[in-house]
């Protein structure tokens, strides 16, 4: 008797990119020169696709043993929910003449979040590598600079452009089982000597006789 194939997994990181990647697209549009008034147009879009379906994706990859994959998608749609309910409900009853300053602070935290994320992605795929989207968004709001505000805007634009991009060649290279997209892996190769071939943790919470043996790299 045969036994069965075993299923395939689906890859999920296709759905948490477009999903950072659109509502990334609609909030920059408010940051180059949209009216700010009609802000509430992406409260929906951002809690539920850039929100609950990076949750999703993000709780996939754990599951599938991707630490980058789920910590990044989980992050973001995290701060995507709570964008829209700052927005939506927070946001209209600051002092008007320090909202600027709960906005800025609301932002920098993930301007933190996607700078270590940026340095994780040097070991994954160039595909990834974020921008200075949050910082910029951050200071426009600490300096009340219209002109910082549109550059980040223009640089959320780029971001959601990767973000679409990175899905695009997941589901291209899914569909057609080939690689089709160039997606720059591993472009922090080039800095793996800095690690002086040191025995890696399993995971940072383990303990010294939980660590693994580092596989030597082929000569």
């Known amino acids: 008797m045969s036994t069965p194939s075993p299923r395939a997994t689906a890859e999920t990181a296709p759905l948490g990119l477009a999903a950072f990647g659109t509502a990334t697209f609609m909030l920059s549009f408010f940051h180059v020169g949209v009216d700010p008034a009609l802000t509430r147009a992406v409260f929906p879009l951002a809690f539920f696709f850039g929100g609950v379906f990076q949750l999703i994706a993000g709780a996939a990859e754990f599951r599938q043993g ?86 980040g805007g223009v ?5 959601a452009a990767l973000a679409w991009y990175a899905s695009f060649a997941g589901l291209i290279d899914s569909a057609w089982g080939r690689h089709f997209s160039p997606t720059m892996a591993d472009p922090g190769a080039r800095l793996e000597h800095l690690d002086h071939r040191r025995v890696r943790p399993v995971s940072l919470t383990s303990c010294i006789g939980e660590r693994a043996p580092r596989t030597e790299h082929a000569a």
Not at 155 to 159: E, I, N, S, V, Y
């Open 66 to 151: 991707s630490t980058f994959g789920g910590a990044a998608f989980c992050s973001y749609g995290a701060f995507w929910m709570a964008y829209a309910l700052y927005g939506r409900f927070v946001a209209g009853t600051l002092p008007a003449d320090q909202a600027y300053v709960a906005t800025g602070l609301f932002i920098l935290p993930w301007a933190v979040l996607t700078l270590y994320l940026t340095i994780a992605t040097l070991r994954i795929t160039g595909a990834l590598l974020a921008t200075i989207t949050f910082t910029l968004l951050s200071l426009a709001q600490f300096a009340q600079s219209d002109t910082a505000a549109r550059v």
């Open 155 to 159: 640089f959320g634009f780029a971001t």
